[in-house]
């Protein structure tokens, strides 16, 4: 066993994990943090993006020991205050889930697509980018429309960040 | 329409769980206590089971218990069920071979089940079970569906020939007669790829026991929580039903692949007993592959007769379809009463034939996946047409259209009555949406550019809703499929709605709610829908089939016309006037002709203190239930169409346009509607272009990760263009008749007819990767080259 500490949703944690243990399973089952999924083993469905240190990662592939003082942001750390993020919004207002499962992946993927590209992503870019996450679902229709809504809100709403918060 | 109502886009009430993190699957369960079981699985697609030693294992840390089938047999556990019995032409029962959760003396299937390790972690388990050391006896092994019943080797006792059934449809006299007048006959041979389903959340189960009560309880990834529980109780013998609770909570996605009972769900329930704490087993995605049910893998030969003036006069179809290793549970179904009833597709033929050979094999089993053979006949309808149509020298929009349906109701000559519909609407108005007459311009155009644009069109029709019980009994379906609700008012006028119908992904917890709420004149946000436990709702069927508009909304609506009833005896008593005068009006009890009124609220507060009225005369409360079996299938049907550019020089294919017109009857929310239409779209896309599940000739499963079985990616598809058209389904009170699988239906065969058009011929199979189209496409250059 060896100790972990890093800094999750803005809380410091300690957890004592064996060396094998990844980052999801870290925060799954020692945080309890069970929004971020598993959707597959070979880093290929993105259900477990979360951040590290402001960008996105598949926490399914990195391991829990090699995160020890970094900033882990996850699904349930990105609204602020109870008031949802802009990408939440419009993954909801753009019916751009069914089932839910690999959504918090796609919010995540999709929050770090626009910081990397820009407040205006065309459809392109957007489907281009997201060949990293899987939906089953939605055949991506409505996930593209919700991206792009996401991204233009971003720019818009000065968008409270966990930084801006703290 | 209100803002919330009957058609009206609401935005999803379950979607604030699913956005922040806060869904409830059943792998984010977690029981106190619990312990981690690990399948070892057999590498071998054929063996016999010599000699399982575990004994180094069992000393391992952690571990807690190891079984096998013998000691599932030792506790009178039975096995997994085919709950559809299937007839052979000569009257006599399918082979159904045995199939015990853990193997009992031969493995049949790369993945199958040899034993189970549960530890105090997963690691453990895991770790224990390479440990266990297994003696097999390897067999040669029957993988491939169209030689398997003259394969030497038999992968069943019960079944020298591999052979499940030789079953049939239709007159065949009437159909060889058709054939002989014919002017001309359109023969296709195809190959229905099998697939694997791939919901994102990969099946998963809790199972715990508590032993003060003697009761289980399941938590599982179902679509039918109740039927789970009745499998495992009545037939597997896990527990009396009154001792066996099914909790389906979140279920991260199903496309008919959780509607199954399989053997780890069953495993992890009874070992819960064995080892006295809670099991949790969650399948990753390689052990989905390998396990989870299958879907489709037809081999067919088709042929359709035309007169001179091109009608369509007859049909003659026959298949071979692989069900794997063992019969899933509704397995038998799907290549028979879920296939050769649709070969009529939207069209008006006389007479049609089909013959179905069932064949086990040693691969996985094969089941229900989103369609269900309505996919496969709808791959042979399509495909047999758009031939026709080119071999007549006809537009294929046109040689449709005039052999469409366009009276009704219509009886085919395979079982189905079609209650109602408009085939020629939905296809104007695709023609339209597609940009038909510009066609020409734009093949022009791609020509130009050294690329290749072909359409292709599907016209379509499903059958949904699958009843009245009665029916589907005499076609020996194991279960009724009808759907029971109850409303539960409570005293302040909020609403519970229990439903047997399962949410997962389909939006029920708005979609219904937007029926009560308009039903009842309250705000939707006092609506609750509760389904998925087996301990709250009392039955009901699950969710599968496209059914739970027609028949799950269709029993709400039922109660909930109860509770009206009922509110207006309590209005009667409150007001002051006769039952007979009590109107009921967005929201309010009302007497006729006077400015008298209660609330539904109030009406409710007043049942429960019961205060106006005896109660020998009335009973207080106001909760009402209710079973609602339809009458008749509903008929779904639509037109897509399919644009598609390749480049001959890779071989990629472009979808550029799909249009999409679809009957759906009457619709509840169109925003949650298109977004069905949208995934099984993506789903066939997947089919036509991408998806194929590959076994080698040995039996192993060589596309067992995303690695190798191509899912679609956003990159993979193009935006759709969607619209409806309605006729209101007549065989239930709402007049809905379900659009979950419209989309994987009628996909594959527009996406195949669109790249078969690009290129000049028909050789081209599914999925139409860019080797296989690359391959076409070189045919095509060097036929043109010779012209
Ligand atoms: S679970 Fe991480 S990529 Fe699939
Ligand atoms: S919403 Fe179900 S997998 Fe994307």
Same mark, same amino acid.
């Given at each position: 066993?060896?100790?972990?500490?890093?800094?999750?949703?803005?809380?410091?944690?300690?957890?004592?994990?064996?060396?094998?243990?990844?980052?999801?399973?870290?925060? +799954?089952?020692?945080?309890?943090?069970?929004?971020?999924?598993?959707?597959?083993?070979?880093?290929?469905?993105?259900?477990?993006?979360?951040?590290?240190?402001?960008?996105? #990662?598949?926490?399914?592939?990195? !391991?829990?020991?090699? #995160?020890?003082?970094?900033?882990?942001?996850?699904?349930?750390?990105?609204?602020?205050?109870? #008031? !949802?993020?802009?990408?939440?919004?419009?993954?909801?207002?753009?019916?751009?889930?069914?089932?839910?499962?690999?959504?918090?992946?796609?919010?995540?993927?999709?929050?770090?697509?626009?910081?990397?590209?820009?407040?205006? !992503?065309?459809?392109?870019?957007? +489907?281009?980018?997201?060949?990293?996450?899987?939906?089953?679902?939605?055949?991506?229709?409505?996930?593209?429309?919700?991206?792009?809504?996401?991204?233009?809100?971003?720019?818009?709403?000065?968008?409270?960040?966990?930084?801006?918060?703290? | 329409?209100?803002?919330?109502?009957?058609?009206?886009?609401?935005?999803?009430?379950?979607?604030?769980?699913?956005?922040?993190?806060?869904?409830?699957?059943?792998?984010?369960?977690?029981?106190?206590?619990?312990?981690?079981?690990?399948?070892?699985?057999?590498?071998?697609?054929?063996?016999?089971?010599?000699?399982?030693?575990?004994?180094?294992?069992?000393?391992? @840390?952690?571990?807690?218990?190891?079984?096998?089938?013998?000691? &599932?047999?030792?506790?009178? *556990?039975?096995?997994?069920?085919?709950?559809?019995?299937?007839?052979?032409?000569?009257?006599?029962?399918?082979?159904?071979?045995?199939?015990?959760?853990?193997?009992?003396?031969?493995?049949?299937?790369?993945?199958?089940?040899?034993?189970?390790?549960?530890?105090?972690?997963?690691?453990?388990?895991?770790?224990?079970?390479?440990?266990?050391?297994?003696?097999?006896?390897?067999?040669?092994?029957?993988?491939?569906?169209?030689?398997?019943?003259?394969?030497?080797?038999?992968?069943?006792?019960?079944?020298?020939?591999?052979?499940?059934?030789?079953?049939?449809?239709?007159?065949?006299?009437?159909?060889?007669?058709?054939?002989?007048?014919? /002017?001309?006959?359109?023969?296709?041979?195809?190959?229905?790829?099998?697939?694997?389903?791939?919901?994102?959340?990969?099946?998963?189960?809790?199972?715990?026991?508590?032993?003060?009560?003697?009761?289980?309880?399941?938590?599982?990834?179902?679509?039918?929580?109740?039927?789970?529980?009745?499998?495992?109780?009545?037939?597997?013998?896990?527990?009396?039903?009154?001792?066996?609770?099914?909790?389906?909570?979140?279920?991260?996605?199903?496309?008919?692949?959780?509607?199954?009972?399989?053997?780890?769900?069953?495993?992890?329930?009874?070992?819960?007993?064995?080892?006295?704490?809670?099991?949790?087993?969650?399948?990753?995605?390689?052990?989905?592959?390998?396990?989870?049910?299958?879907?489709?893998?037809?081999?067919?030969?088709?042929?359709?007769?035309?007169?001179?003036?091109? /009608?369509?006069?007859?049909?003659?179809?026959?298949?071979?379809?692989?069900?794997?290793?063992?019969?899933?549970?509704?397995?038998?179904?799907?290549?028979?009463?879920?296939?050769?009833?649709?070969?009529?597709?939207?069209?008006?033929?006389?007479?049609?034939?089909?013959?179905?050979?069932?064949?086990?094999?040693?691969?996985?089993?094969?089941?229900?996946?989103?369609?269900?053979?309505? @996919?496969?006949?709808?791959?042979?309808?399509?495909?047999?047409?758009?031939?026709?149509?080119?071999?007549?020298?006809?537009?294929?929009?046109?040689?449709?259209?005039?052999?469409?349906?366009?009276?009704?109701?219509?009886?085919?000559?395979?079982?189905?009555?079609?209650?109602? =519909?408009?085939?020629?609407?939905?296809?104007?108005?695709?023609?339209?949406? *597609?940009?038909?007459?510009?066609?020409?311009?734009?093949?022009?155009?791609?020509?130009?550019?050294?690329?290749?644009?072909?359409?292709?069109?599907?016209?379509?029709?499903?059958?949904?809703? *699958?009843?009245?019980?009665?029916?589907?009994?005499?076609?020996?379906?194991?279960?009724?499929?009808?759907? $029971?609700?109850?409303?539960?008012?409570?005293?302040?006028?909020?609403?519970?709605? &229990?439903?047997? $119908?399962? $949410?997962?992904?389909?939006?029920?917890?708005?979609?219904?709610?937007?029926?009560?709420?308009?039903?009842? =004149?309250?705000?939707?946000?006092?609506?609750?829908?509760?389904?998925?436990?087996?301990?709250?709702?009392?039955?009901?069927?699950?969710?599968?089939?496209?059914?739970?508009?027609?028949?799950?909304?269709?029993?709400?609506?039922?109660?909930?016309?109860?509770?009206?009833?009922?509110?207006?005896?309590?209005?009667?008593?409150?007001?002051?006037?006769?039952?007979?005068?009590?109107?009921?009006?967005?929201?309010?009890?009302?007497?006729?002709?006077?400015?008298?009124?209660?609330?539904?609220?109030?009406?409710?507060?007043?049942?429960?203190?019961?205060? /106006?009225?005896?109660?020998?005369?009335?009973?207080?409360?106001?909760?009402?239930?209710?079973?609602?079996?339809?009458?008749?299938?509903?008929?779904?049907?639509?037109?897509?169409?399919?644009?598609?550019?390749?480049? @001959?020089?890779?071989?990629?294919?472009?979808?550029?346009?799909?249009?999409?017109?679809?009957?759906?009857?009457?619709?509840?929310? @169109?925003?949650?509607?298109?977004?069905?239409?949208?995934?099984?779209?993506?789903?066939?896309?997947?089919?036509?272009?991408?998806?194929?599940?590959?076994?080698?000739?040995?039996?192993?499963?060589?596309?067992?990760?995303?690695?190798?079985?191509?899912?679609?990616?956003?990159?993979?598809?193009?935006?759709?263009?969607?619209?409806?058209?309605?006729?209101?389904?007549?065989?239930?009170?709402?007049?809905? /008749?379900?659009?979950?699988?419209?989309?994987?239906?009628?996909?594959?065969?527009?996406?195949?007819?669109?790249?078969?058009?690009? &290129? =000049?011929?028909?050789?081209?199979?599914?999925?139409?990767?860019?080797?296989?189209?690359?391959?076409?496409?070189?045919?095509?250059?060097?036929?043109?080259?010779?012209?």
């Amino acid at each position: 066993m060896a100790t972990v500490s890093l800094t999750v949703n803005g809380k410091a944690v300690t957890a004592n994990v064996d060396p094998r243990t990844l980052l999801v399973q870290l925060l +799954r089952e020692n945080l309890r943090l069970t929004g971020t999924h598993v959707g597959c083993d070979t880093s290929q469905c993105g259900a477990c993006v979360v951040h590290l240190d402001g960008k996105a #990662v598949k926490s399914c592939t990195t !391991l829990a020991l090699s #995160v020890d003082g970094a900033t882990v942001t996850t699904i349930e750390g990105l609204a602020v205050n109870g #008031v !949802l993020h802009p990408m939440q919004e419009a993954f909801r207002e753009h019916h751009g889930l069914q089932c839910g499962y690999c959504t918090p992946g796609m919010i995540m993927a999709a929050v770090d697509m626009v910081s990397r590209r820009g407040h205006s !992503l065309d459809e392109a870019t957007i +489907r281009d980018d997201l060949d990293g996450n899987i939906c089953r679902c939605t055949g991506y229709h409505n996930i593209v429309k919700a991206i792009a809504a996401g991204a233009e809100a971003m720019g818009k709403a000065a968008t409270p960040t966990r930084k801006a918060a703290e | 329409m209100s803002a919330t109502g009957i058609g009206a886009a609401v935005r999803r009430k379950e979607d604030h769980r699913f956005i922040t993190g806060q869904g409830r699957y059943t792998d984010d369960i977690n029981r106190p206590g619990q312990t981690y079981a690990y399948f070892l699985r057999s590498p071998h697609a054929h063996a016999t089971l010599n000699r399982i030693d575990a004994k180094a294992a069992a000393t391992m @840390p952690g571990v807690l218990g190891i079984y096998t089938g013998e000691d &599932l047999a030792a506790d009178k *556990i039975g096995g997994l069920i085919c709950g559809w019995m299937i007839h052979n032409k000569d009257g006599s029962p399918m082979r159904a071979g045995s199939h015990p959760a853990l193997a009992q003396g031969k493995v049949r299937y790369v993945g199958d089940h040899v034993a189970v390790v549960v530890a105090e972690t997963l690691a453990q388990a895991r770790d224990a079970a390479e440990a266990i050391s297994v003696d097999y006896g390897v067999l040669p092994a029957v993988v491939d569906t169209a030689s398997a019943a003259s394969s030497k080797t038999q992968v069943h006792a019960e079944s020298a020939d591999n052979t499940v059934f030789n079953w049939h449809l239709g007159d065949k006299a009437a159909t060889e007669k058709a054939f002989k007048a014919a /002017k001309h006959v359109t023969k296709l041979d195809l190959v229905n790829n099998r697939l694997v389903p791939n919901p994102m959340e990969p099946r998963a189960a809790v199972g715990d026991y508590d032993q003060g009560e003697g009761a289980f309880t399941l938590y599982t990834t179902s679509q039918n929580p109740h039927v789970a529980r009745l499998v495992l109780s009545a037939f597997i013998g896990i527990a009396p039903e009154n001792k066996l609770r099914v909790v389906a909570p979140d279920v991260g996605g199903g496309f008919g692949s959780k509607i199954f009972i399989y053997a780890e769900e069953t495993v992890c329930v009874w070992a819960a007993k064995k080892v006295g704490r809670p099991v949790k087993w969650t399948s990753d995605r390689t052990e989905a592959f390998l396990s989870d049910a299958h879907g489709r893998d037809h081999v067919t030969h088709a042929e359709l007769a035309t007169d001179a003036d091109g /009608k369509m006069i007859g049909m003659r179809v026959k298949t071979t379809a692989n069900l794997g290793a063992y019969l899933s549970t509704f397995s038998s179904s799907v290549p028979t009463y879920l296939y050769a009833p649709l070969l009529s597709g939207q069209y008006d033929i006389p007479a049609i034939y089909c013959e179905v050979d069932a064949v086990y094999t040693n691969t996985a089993p094969v089941d229900a996946y989103r369609g269900a053979g309505r @996919p496969e006949a709808t791959f042979v309808v399509e495909r047999l047409v758009e031939i026709a149509a080119r071999e007549l020298g006809k537009d294929p929009a046109k040689f449709r259209m005039q052999n469409y349906i366009k009276k009704f109701p219509h009886q085919t000559p395979v079982i189905m009555m079609y209650d109602t =519909g408009n085939y020629a609407a939905s296809m104007k108005k695709a023609l339209e949406i *597609i940009d038909y007459k510009g066609l020409a311009k734009r093949k022009r155009d791609s020509a130009r550019n050294g690329k290749l644009r072909g359409i292709g069109f599907s016209s379509y029709i499903e059958a949904c809703g *699958i009843a009245p019980s009665a029916a589907v009994g005499s076609l020996g379906a194991g279960v009724g499929l009808w759907e $029971s609700a109850e409303v539960r008012v409570n005293p302040v006028g909020t609403v519970e709605v &229990l439903t047997g $119908s399962h $949410s997962h992904g389909q939006g029920h917890e708005t979609t219904f709610a937007q029926l009560v709420s308009d039903r009842l =004149g309250i705000p939707i946000e006092n609506v609750s829908i509760i389904h998925g436990d087996t301990d709250k709702v009392q039955m009901g069927m699950g969710t599968y089939g496209s059914r739970s508009g027609a028949v799950g909304m269709s029993a709400i609506a039922k109660a909930v016309d109860k509770v009206i009833a009922k509110g207006k005896k309590v209005a009667a008593y409150v007001l002051e006037a006769d039952e007979a005068d009590i109107d009921f009006k967005d929201g309010n009890f009302h007497v006729k002709g006077t400015d008298k009124t209660l609330d539904f609220g109030s009406c409710a507060l007043q049942a429960y203190i019961a205060h /106006k009225f005896n109660g020998q005369d009335l009973e207080p409360g106001l909760k009402e239930g209710a079973f609602y079996d339809p009458t008749n299938f509903t008929f779904p049907a639509g037109v897509h169409i399919c644009e598609v550019e390749i480049d @001959p020089e890779t071989g990629i294919t472009r979808i550029e346009r799909w249009a999409a017109v679809d009957d759906f009857g009457i619709v509840i929310n @169109p925003m949650i509607v298109e977004g069905q239409v949208h995934g099984g779209i993506a789903q066939g896309v997947g089919q036509a272009l991408l998806e194929g599940a590959r076994y080698n000739q040995d039996g192993q499963l060589v596309t067992a990760s995303f690695m190798d079985y191509c899912m679609p990616r956003a990159d993979d598809l193009p935006s759709f263009d969607v619209g409806m058209t309605v006729t209101p389904c007549p065989s239930n009170p709402l007049g809905i /008749k379900g659009c979950g699988e419209a989309g994987a239906i009628a996909s594959p065969p527009a996406v195949i007819n669109a790249i078969t058009d690009a &290129l =000049g011929h028909e050789e081209v199979t599914m999925p139409a990767t860019p080797q296989v189209v690359w391959r076409a496409a070189q045919k095509s250059i060097k036929r043109m080259a010779a012209e």
